[in-house]
Nanobody, 119 residues
Framework: QVRLVESGGGLVQPGGSLRLSCVAS????????MRWYRQAPGKERELVAG????????NYLDSVKGRFTISRDNAKNTVYLQMNSLKPEDTAVYFC????????????WGQGTQVTVSS
């Protein structure tokens, strides 16, 4: 069964940190680009960070550069998002995504984990 399961969300004060984890199963994890998206209430889902499967090349949304770090452990089928210096505008549901074109399934989504930044 193809599956992505996120964890690590919660309530944190501004300036705090959280580490999100996403555990994959049912597909060849190392062959997929892994991404974190987020969706705030009333807003469209946006790409926060991505990391490819082999070289580990990363990319980030401009507003999180220098604060968030995406990483992966292919031996554990897990991708992480370390979030530091959190701001209220980071509040959203964070989704894990796996992507690999020209195969089936080409894209896989997790169920999401809520991150709330508030004092």
């Amino acid at each position: 069964q193809v599956r992505l399961v996120e964890s690590g969300g919660g309530l944190v004060q501004p300036g705090g940190s959280l580490r999100l984890s996403c555990v994959a199963s049912g597909f060849t994890f190392s062959a997929y680009t892994m991404r974190w998206y987020r969706q705030a209430p009333g807003k469209e889902r946006e790409l926060v960070a991505g990391i490819n499967g082999v070289a580990g090349v990363t990319n980030y949304l401009d507003s999180v550069k220098g604060r968030f770090t995406i990483s992966r452990d292919n031996a554990k089928n897990t991708v992480y998002l370390q979030m530091n210096s959190l701001k209220p505008e980071d509040t959203a549901v964070y989704f894990c995504n796996a992507y690999r074109p020209w195969v089936s399934p080409a894209t896989i989504w997790g169920q999401g984990t809520q991150v709330t930044v508030s004092s």
